[in-house]
């Protein structure tokens, strides 16, 4: 009786979630540096989601006073126009400090002649713009390795439903089971990633992050056939589907990734990175679920865990489903 308690509990638990709660929403921003008309002076823009923004001040680089802001919304973004003077000229190392907490930007400039265009990584503050980086550069591949890791780790672990899907794996399968199970699951969304960011397939993505909560609400069902016995765990046609599956999610990793601001010589190396990013996020989630699991197992309430987190994780993949589809088709 108790444990259909703690089932009911943690299901219960599991509604609580705010209903806006983000699921694969990849929190950008876009920024721009231009020169103004006079000597010194510059213009920085900043278009950040309209949740994430505020009107806390920026910090320039010592140097540089800040002569004006405007700001507009439009699109469910809001934007910033910022100019600024300088008594110097901007240097390699001089960044513009902003306060929005988003997951990662872009910065485009040709302030110095040649285009810049590279993606910015947040940090505890939000996203340091590197106003100095003029000169188009090419950045070491150590750089590169650094800033497309961090991004694929925070996409994994900021996207709910690829982890949703991810957890009904772990709830799925054991040991060598799972293992080629997580194994399907990054093979299909690695090529995908790599065919949707190379253009060579263009999909509309509302449809795609419908599908991606349908494939959630479809491996939570599966999963207590299986544990209940009503259904064999059949390898073969679980691996099949898996990789299915792995080819959509694919495509909502690609649409992160081509928000982020990648030079042409660079997009080899940043989808290898940031794809070495997301598995390497993917493997600590599965390992702390594992780990989790262990620890339930030991004092034996794992099996009413799994019943109770199958049926909220498959009940907020149906809402995320209806919920996108009535945005798809107001849209």
């Known amino acids: 009786?108790?444990?259909?308690?703690?089932?009911?509990?943690?299901?219960?638990?599991?509604?609580?979630?705010?209903?806006?709660?983000?699921?694969?929403?990849?929190?950008?921003?876009?920024?721009?540096?231009?020169?103004?008309?006079?000597?010194?002076?510059?213009?920085?823009?900043?278009?950040?989601?309209?949740?994430?923004?505020?009107?806390?001040?920026?910090?320039?680089?010592?140097?540089?006073?800040?002569?004006?802001?405007?700001?507009?919304?439009?699109?469910?973004?809001?934007?910033?126009?910022?100019?600024?003077?300088?008594?110097?000229?901007?240097?390699?190392?001089?960044?513009?400090?902003?306060?929005?907490?988003?997951?990662?930007g872009r910065f485009?400039?040709?302030?110095?002649?040649?285009?810049?265009?590279?993606?910015?990584?947040?940090?505890?503050?939000?996203?340091?713009?590197p106003v100095g980086d003029t000169a188009g550069s090419t950045r070491p591949l150590f750089q590169l390795a650094r800033e497309f890791v961090a991004q694929g780790v925070w996409h994994i672990w900021t996207g709910w439903d690829h982890l949703a899907f991810v957890l009904c794996l772990t709830l799925l399968a054991r040991g060598r089971g799972l293992l080629w199970l997580v194994s399907a699951f990054t093979l299909g969304h690695s090529i995908s990633l790599a065919v949707a960011f190379f253009d060579l397939v263009r999909v509309p993505i509302p449809p795609v992050e419908a599908a991606i909560a349908l494939s959630i609400a479809f491996m939570a069902r599966e999963a207590p056939l299986v544990a209940r016995g009503v259904q064999r765990f059949a390898s073969d046609r679980q691996l099949i589907v898996v990789s299915l599956f792995g080819l959509l999610h694919g495509l909502g990793f690609a649409s992160a990734l081509g928000e982020l601001g990648v030079r042409p010589g660079e997009r080899i190396a940043g989808l290898v990175f940031f794809n070495i990013g997301v598995e390497l996020g993917q493997l600590v989630f599965v390992g702390a679920i594992v780990a989790m699991l262990a620890g339930l197992r030991a004092v034996r309430i794992e099996a009413p865990a799994r019943v109770a987190a199958l049926y909220a994780v498959g009940a907020v993949g149906c809402f995320w489903m209806v919920e996108r589809l009535a945005g798809f088709a107001i849209a």
């Open 1 to 104: 009786m108790w444990r259909n308690r703690l089932s009911a509990l943690l299901l219960a638990l599991a509604t609580l979630v705010p209903s806006h709660a983000r699921a694969d929403i990849f929190m950008s921003a876009d920024f721009a540096l231009s020169a103004g008309e006079d000597p010194g002076t510059y213009e920085l823009t900043a278009a950040v989601p309209e949740t994430l923004a505020h009107s806390d001040g920026i910090t320039l680089p010592d140097g540089c006073r800040q002569t004006g802001m405007t700001r507009q919304s439009a699109a469910g973004r809001a934007h910033f126009a910022y100019t600024f003077a300088c008594d110097r000229a901007l240097g390699g190392r001089d960044v513009v400090q902003t306060p929005w907490k988003v997951d990662g």
């Open 108 to 129: 485009l400039s040709s302030v110095g002649g040649v285009a810049v265009d590279r993606s910015l990584a947040a940090n505890a503050g939000g996203i340091a713009v």
